[in-house]
T-cell receptor, first 113, second 115 residues
Framework: AQTVTQSQPEMSVQEAETVTLSCTYD???????LFWYKQPPSRQMILVIR??????QNATENRFSVNFQKAAKSFSLKISDSQLGDTAMYFC??????????FGKGTRLHILP | ETGVTQTPRHLVMGMTNKKSLKCEQH?????MYWYKQSAKKPLELMFV???????ENNSVPSRFSPECPNSSHLFLHLHTLQPEDSALYLC??????????????FGPGTRLTVL
């Protein structure tokens, strides 16, 4: 079965620091998508960043970047210069070739002033 | 309205009530989803509709009944629910197909409380 594991249920960092959220997944497929979604408190879930498995280059979106290690099946999210507005639940997700999407349990991130 | 909208945002119902949740997407997508989000549990996919046809039902109890009249609207009909069904119900949409990016767009959710 395909699974997504986020080993950090909760994290706290000081504002302006860099934080890395970990995610590992299990699949036998070669082509797939990986995502990080952000769900702020009482607000809508939104996509943070997306990685296509066939692309070796790590995706970046402003202060957000990923470290995609395909062989290790690892997909961590790095947030640089963290801001108070980054406080949220972060979900790692995997989408297989059948378009089925599987979410991890999430990491609750607190940015402290 | 843009994106994915859900109504109502909050719902309190008794176990004998019948209610419906509504989702509408304004993105021209061809697939829509219902998820259940409970505290300390991963997102649970409930139903998937692709081109208005139900393509997945993840062993959801029959007290939850989905309806997809067209590719822009999705309903979740609720009847004789249990207190453990209290959760945030999220609707999402996406554009399916090999050339699509695979991203799902989520609505704000309906916070359901069953008394």
């Amino acid at each position: 079965a395909q699974t997504v594991t986020q080993s950090q249920p909760e994290m706290s960092v000081q504002e302006a620091e860099t934080v890395t959220l970990s995610c590992t997944y299990d699949t036998s497929e070669n082509n797939y998508y990986l995502f990080w979604y952000k769900q702020p408190p009482s607000r809508q879930m939104i996509l943070v960043i997306r990685q296509e498995a066939y692309k070796q280059q790590n995706a970046t979106e402003n202060r957000f970047s990923v470290n995609f290690q395909k062989a290790a099946k690892s997909f961590s999210l790095k947030i640089s210069d963290s801001q108070l507005g980054d406080t949220a639940m972060y979900f790692c997700a995997f989408r297989n070739r059948d378009d089925k999407i599987i979410f991890g349990k999430g990491t609750r991130l607190h940015i402290l002033p | 309205e843009t994106g994915v909208t859900q109504t109502p945002r909050h719902l309190v119902m008794g176990m004998t009530n019948k209610k419906s949740l509504k989702c509408e997407q304004h993105l021209g997508h061809n697939a829509m989803y219902w998820y259940k989000q409970s505290a300390k549990k991963p997102l649970e996919l409930m139903f998937v509709y692709n081109f208005k046809e139900q393509t997945e039902n993840n062993s959801v109890p029959s007290r939850f009944s989905p309806e997809c009249p067209n590719s822009s609207h999705l309903f979740l009909h609720l009847h004789t629910l249990q207190p453990e069904d209290s959760a945030l119900y999220l609707c999402a949409s996406s554009q399916e197909g090999r050339l699509a990016g695979g991203e799902q767009f989520f609505g704000p959710g309906t916070r359901l409380t069953v008394l």
